[in-house]
């Protein structure tokens, strides 16, 4: 079992930074695939950024690629994202997810197996 707290979530305007966390307890990171999710009112979650398990490769959604960035401290048993140029579209509840996915490729959402309780972005204009 894997328990997963997302923290730094706030409010900053539009071309500002922020770097959310993902901690976990109760299994090592290391063995797991790590993705962030985020939900808007009123839409669907979307995927927008994973990291593989082993060889740490990252994917990101289209339309934060080249803002976001994610990372790994398996030492500390947490993953990043950091946020910079936010744009008010980026504002959502974001949520972290591990899976015992053992591709290297991006894992499908259905595969996720953990979801933390989120932490809410917003971005004013």
């Known amino acids: 079992q894997v328990q997963l707290v997302e923290s730094g979530g706030g409010l900053v305007q539009a071309g500002g930074s922020l770097r959310l966390s993902c901690a976990a307890s109760g299994r090592t990171l290391s063995s797991y695939a790590m993705g962030w999710f985020r939900q808007a009112p009123g839409k669907e979650r979307e995927f927008v950024s994973a990291i593989s398990w082993s060889v740490s490769n990252t994917y990101y959604a289209d339309s934060v690629k080249g803002r976001f960035t994610i990372s790994r401290d398996n030492a500390k048993n947490t993953v990043y994202l950091q946020m910079n140029n936010l744009k008010p579209e980026d504002t959502a509840v974001y949520y972290c997810?591990?899976?015992?996915?053992?591709?290297?490729?991006?894992?499908?959402?259905?595969?996720?197996?953990?979801w933390g309780q989120g932490t809410q972005v917003t971005v004013s204009s």
């Open positions: 997810a591990a899976s015992a996915y053992r591709s290297t490729s991006n894992p499908p959402a259905s595969v996720y197996d953990y």
